[in-house]
Structure formats: C-alpha cells, structure tokens
Nanobody, 125 residues
C-alpha cells in the first residue's frame, strides 16, 4: 500500500514563504500525476497545483505566480514552493497521486487515488 507523507507546514506571516514536501513510501511507485490540495475549515477541498510526468503543471487561479509545484523523481518526492502567502491560503494541505488525473484552474479535480494525511499551513496578517 502506497503512503504519501507531507511535511513542511507551519505558521508564517502574510508575505512569507513555505515549502511543502510529499514523499511516497514505496520507491518503485511513480504515478503519472500528483498534486497538492487544501481544505480550510467549513470549506470544500480544492485543488491547488497539479503535476504530470513530463513536468506539465497547472495551478489554481488564485495561486498562479505565487506557488510552484515540482517533482524530484530520484527522491520520489513532490514539492510545493509557496511565496507571498496570504491569510486566505490558511488551510490543511494534502498531496495526492493517481494514474489518470484531471485538474482545473478553478480548483476542481478527479482521478487522485492515494492521499496523504495533510500538513497545516497558517498565515497570519
């Protein structure tokens, strides 16, 4: 069973930066698509950034230009570099992986089969 483990969350002030990491527990697991998602209290989970093999990426409209998703295939790790953080970015952040994923810049998505437990990001004003 593949497990995804997120790390790197924390508390920062508005305008600050954080880098999230997501490591897969099985070295031989190399999904075609991975992504980052977030869920704030009382809100639905939304897609933040997606990555497909071949380094194709897509982002939620509200994070474009501020967040960067990347993947280190050798380390089997997915990253999310978050800059110019805003209080509205506060949420639990999850990574996920799948074999056939869709991701739209309005935040909707499908096809992600494996999910991590999440890491909290809190941005204060």
């Amino acid at each position: 069973q593949v497990q995804l483990v997120e790390s790197g969350g924390g508390s920062v002030q508005s305008g600050g930066s954080l880098r999230l990491s997501c490591a897969a527990s099985v070295d031989t697991y190399s999904p075609l698509c991975m992504g980052w998602f977030r869920q704030a209290p009382g809100k639905e989970r939304e897609g933040v950034a997606a990555h497909w093999q071949g380094d194709v990426t897509n982002y939620l409209d509200s994070v474009k230009g501020r967040f960067t998703i990347s993947r280190d295939y050798a380390k089997n790790t997915l990253y999310l570099e978050m800059n110019s953080l805003k209080p509205e970015d506060t949420a639990m952040y999850f990574c996920a992986a799948g074999a056939s994923c869709t991701f739209y810049s309005r935040g909707t998505y499908s096809g992600y089969n494996y999910w991590g437990q999440g890491t909290q990001v809190t941005v204060s004003s």
